[in-house]
């Protein structure tokens, strides 16, 4: 197995058409608690692959969940990250990508998942399917709007930090694909305010 991805949360080995997600003990933690941490989020995020297949939202499929050793096996997929393309694209054709996005982060949040790690790093492009979600371990379902807002926000700041000359494009972009009139993207404009008076 080779390996692709040493994260703070997890390592990533690539075998074939198969993705391995370990992970491993941290020795900060207390090992009752760094166990049942490691435990459920494995746990949650192999219910929310299985969730996201049944939606047809593309994601990586699951093949295996070891609760035991916190592993999960999963497709491998062989894409570029969103947060490059939005780079080396045209404009126009960025815009389009920005607004598939938009899309399927309505779909997952009309279903009460929240993804609470998004960025251009974690959404994959293959020329076959388009656009992919990944990395689901620190997800969790919520029926709140501020938290589907939150979700926005987060990826609201990495686009803005990683494409500052593109961004209002890119943004606006998302937006459409989502839907401009949407509770939670008039929440995401409430806490923008908010946060100027912090």
């Not at 404009?91 to 998942?113: F, N, P, T």
């Not at 943004?171 to 839907?179: C, E, F, I, K, V």
Request: include cysteine; charged fraction near 35%.
């Amino acid at each position: 197995m080779e390996l692709v991805h040493k994260g703070a949360e997890a390592e990533l080995f690539r075998e074939g058409d198969v993705l391995l997600k370990r992970r491993s003990q941290k020795k900060y933690r207390i090992p009752e608690v760094d166990d049942l941490i490691r435990k459920r989020r494995t746990r949650r995020e192999a219910k929310v692959l299985k969730q996201l297949a049944e939606m047809g939202v593309p994601a990586p499929k699951l093949i295996s969940v070891d609760e035991k050793s916190c592993e999960l096996k999963m497709e491998y997929i062989d894409g570029k990250k969103a947060k490059d393309l939005f780079e080396e694209l045209p404009m126009k054709e960025a815009e389009a990508l920005s607004r598939r996005v938009g899309e399927l982060l309505k779909q997952v949040h009309d279903a009460h998942i929240i993804h609470n790690d998004l960025t251009g790093s974690n959404l994959l492009v293959t020329k076959k399917i388009g656009v992919h979600l990944i990395d689901w371990g620190l997800s969790v379902q919520s029926t709140r709007t501020e938290d589907k807002a939150m979700d926005l926000v987060v990826y609201r700041r990495n686009l803005q930090a990683t494409h500052p000359q593109r961004f209002q494009h890119l943004w606006d972009a998302m937006t459409q694909g989502y839907g401009q009139e949407t509770d939670a993207i008039k929440q995401v404009q409430k806490i923008l305010h908010r946060g100027r008076y912090l």
